[in-house]
């Protein structure tokens, strides 16, 4: 499943950054999640960064955008090889 952020966002800033992914970004309102880029970060940690950071634990998981492990992992090693197309894939 890919995360998102509530309504309850003070857009405290602290969450952005710490998302090895580029997930997260400044919507209309309060940050958002895309959750084509959101790995929860498997590939990267073992729990979503912005989840342990953020200071009103408004970054629940969406239930809208269920995804296994294995679909994390695929997703991670996507947006790796997207990232880099010369790089060779990273281990988990």
């Known amino acids: 499943m890919a995360l998102m952020i509530t ?3 003070i857009n405290c800033d602290v969450c952005e950054p710490e998302c090895p992914n580029d997930a997260i970004h ?3 309102e309060i940050y958002e999640i895309d959750p084509h880029k959101c790995t929860e970060c498997v590939g990267h ?4 960064q912005c989840q342990q950071i953020c200071p009103v634990e408004c970054i629940p998981f969406n239930p809208a955008w ?3 492990k294995e679909e994390l ?3 991670f090693e996507r947006l790796q090889a997207e990232a880099d197309p010369k790089a060779p894939p990273k281990a988990a």
């Open 7 to 9: 309504d309850e966002c």
């Open 73 to 75: 992992q695929a997703k």
């Open 26 to 28: 400044m919507g209309t």
């Open 45 to 48: 940690f073992d729990e979503p």
């Open 66 to 68: 269920r995804e296994s």
